[in-house]
């Protein structure tokens, strides 16, 4: 099959899902990364890397913090940005999503930052748009959301090195969820060998387990003795929804607390892929305790997206 | 009559309508935009021309394409940006047009782009400014929309070098159109020899053979042996309108078909301002058809503002 | 007491409220402000020294005007800005106002550009931030707006230099107004000698004897004889509140006409922060009139806002 991310000598032509990258630039986006981390801590954050390329953050669904970071990312690599609320422009006029693409692949934009409410969008841009024209997918329906899984795994890899050797649990909403797919493919393909999934059946996909990971209900269960707990975000949406109870019961039976964590490996790294909502996923002594790694999740993220957007352009040393 | 559009010595100090500039000036802004029409096509599209230059976008009504383009372009020349979306600010503070003006030159903006709902507005405006500082008028009602206008006659001169040798046709809602009028200004001075509008008797402005052109109703006539066919945009809020059937209709009379483009000479190009209603001005194999330069017009469009804005900034060499 | 914007060295480390900074800081912002004030004027408008570092606008409450004001200085300073309108986003999705500054922080933001409608909230997101990093209090519900008090000091010593010999009388809602209560700190710091207030007593404060103010609720009592009128914005949500009778009323009593005017001293200044609502608090013959400052106070607004933000950086020679 043709793999739509990759060009014809096997480079990364489109970062559109974890799924179908193979292990060795999965490996490179993260070493890149690796030598970006350095450069949001000096005094002057910015590489010429992409001087007098234009990035264009096509949001067809609000997501400030997506885009945020995107935003910071060109703009530490040099790049004219131009952010467009796709949601509340043309397409009111009328116009489809193609001839907005159209109208700015015209306009000579390189780089295409897809968010789109509908799976398979951002796909749908990357089939259609010129031969050297970028498009990095910023999270499609529940189907995607690649950047977040490379920081989750970037992040992994930096507190645990070792990854042939490690237990992580996904904690959570994984039916809805745009992460977990990715992060259970980019898991397994680096070698992880035992991914676990926790989460009430309501919240599972069906055959959840041919993805090759462990399915506990029972939360207490799945965390005893791993290395990593990945928490997902309840969508607001969700909680008054008929597929859960209540905030409280959900956060009694699939909320980490400090005691619950305590079952887990002792130095074992906790996640959150952000907003949390405080009280229902996790309590706040552990998202602010000394195993939460949620903050430098984020920091992390923006060197995996400027590590993406660079090595889609063609370049990837800092300086 | 003193034109506010020129100082004293003829040269432009604002851009508000085509309508009264000297075919010199005209000449002189296509001629610029040739030699920036490569910029955007380089690996480092960037030049220093307005490096520490301030361009303020200040949009009394939305319009996410035409801002993204000035500020591209502004951009590409290395000038600050600053876009405000005026309607949904100041405005409903109850301050006036001139006072958000004056505050914006206090703070030592040196372009304007100026797009409000009500003719006029950047005229006014241009009046009102000191004389170091420029207005470009980025649409104002139905009056007037002078770089759609330019980068209109751009993609003509482009494809049809010899304009003393053309034959164009305007098609659709004349009457409301921003751009139909400073189109055939454009065309006339350069020495176009025939100009048609083909519309319904509802859609054309009182005593427009005034302006110096042919006019027809019925379409198939109006498109025979023409070398250049402008469409122009039919606005949502006309098609539920008392001054037509439906759109369907509208279509099957004035929408440009294949089989109607045939009438046209065979090389014969196809333009539109777009956003594009299709089906409904156009029909999809002609508006993506080998005839069709929609995009381009899009490319040019870039290159004619980055004319505009380093011609009134006293720098025109790309470097 | 522990001084929040001073770091142990006594340098300033957050711009909070001018409350709490020795006369030394304030004087140095005020000489810092001067050396900027040319680089406005300049043909490239820019200098470098915020280049590589990244400000942070989060506005919890919307304002272009104030937005603008920082985002261009920033600019004209080479910082990367990033602009957060997060009344809109994040705390919509139940982040709490940490969480979203910690994921700003966690990407490495160098300076925070805060406004709030609650009062203190600067100050706690202030004490809440690394140590590398800087707020700037954009306006905090009527507690403060500390740059907004710096500039219209900094427009006072311009056109009064002698500040020892001064009498300055402040006109409106005090009791409401963000900046009033910053003023008068920063004028008597600054060593003038006599500060007058001038409001129906509904729009005082209790006790403003207290902060070193003579009171008068008779205008032109009040105006007698002062060298420098500072107007203050009558909120519209105020002018149909139970504290005043109507807007033409508060006209009559506390408007500032040019009959009043010229009870001040012959060469008074007239300021007014803006927006200004004419013909409420001013005529405009008086805001357009020789002695109105009010444009004047915009521009050394980007100056004054260009010096804290280089102070903050540790840098402040424009080169």
């Given at each position: 099959m043709n793999n739509p991310q990759l060009d014809s000598n096997g480079q990364l032509k489109h970062l559109l899902s974890i799924?179908?990258?193979?292990?060795?630039?999965?490996?490179?986006?993260?070493?890149?990364?690796?030598?970006?981390?350095g450069v949001s801590e000096r005094e002057v954050k910015k590489v010429p890397l992409l001087r007098g390329k234009t990035v264009c953050n096509i949001f067809f669904e609000n997501s400030t913090r997506t885009r945020t970071?995107?935003?910071?990312?060109?703009?530490?690599?040099?790049?004219?940005?131009?952010?467009?609320?796709?949601?509340?422009?043309?397409?009111?006029?009328?116009?489809?999503?193609?001839?907005?693409?159209?109208n700015l692949i015209?306009?000579?934009?390189?780089?295409?930052?897809?968010?789109?409410?509908?799976?398979?969008?951002a796909h749908f841009i990357a089939r259609h748009v010129d031969p050297q024209i970028h498009v990095i997918n910023a999270g499609d329906g529940r189907h995607s959301h690649p950047t977040q899984g490379l920081l989750d795994v970037f992040t992994i890899r930096r507190y645990k090195?070792?990854?042939?050797?490690?237990?992580?649990a996904i904690v959570g909403d994984v039916l809805h969820s745009r992460v977990a797919r990715s992060e259970i493919h980019a898991l397994t393909t680096?070698?992880?060998?035992?991914?676990?999934?926790?989460?009430?059946?309501?919240?599972?996909?069906?055959?959840?387990?041919?993805?090759?990971v462990q399915v506990y209900h029972d939360m207490r269960k799945g965390l005893k003795d791993v290395d990593v707990i990945m928490m997902l975000r309840l969508q607001n949406e969700r909680m008054t929804g008929a597929l859960?109870?209540?905030?409280?019961?959900?956060?009694?039976?699939?909320?980490?607390?400090?005691?619950?964590?305590?079952?887990?490996?002792p130095n074992a790294i906790v996640m959150h892929p952000g907003p949390m909502n405080r009280g229902?996923?996790?309590?706040?002594?552990?998202?602010?305790?000394?195993?939460?790694?949620?903050?430098?999740?984020?920091t992390y993220g923006i060197a995996v997206r400027m590590a993406v957007m660079s090595i889609l352009a063609g370049n990837t040393e800092p300086a």
């Open positions: 799924e179908g990258l193979p292990r060795s630039i999965l490996t490179r986006i993260l070493d890149t990364a690796e030598s970006f981390a970071t995107f935003e910071l990312a060109a703009k530490r690599l040099s790049a004219d940005v131009v952010s467009l609320n796709v949601g509340t422009s043309s397409q009111a006029k009328g116009e489809t999503i193609l001839d907005t693409v159209d015209a306009m000579h934009a390189d780089m295409f930052v897809v968010r789109h409410s509908q799976s398979g969008a090195p070792d990854m042939h050797n490690l237990r992580v680096l070698g992880v060998p035992e991914v676990r999934v926790i989460a009430p059946k309501t919240l599972l996909p069906p055959e959840v387990q041919k993805l090759g859960l109870p209540s905030p409280q019961e959900y956060f009694k039976c699939y909320g980490l607390t400090q005691e619950k964590l305590e079952l887990a490996r229902v996923e996790i309590e706040s002594i552990v998202a602010d305790g000394p195993q939460s790694v949620i903050l430098p999740q984020v």
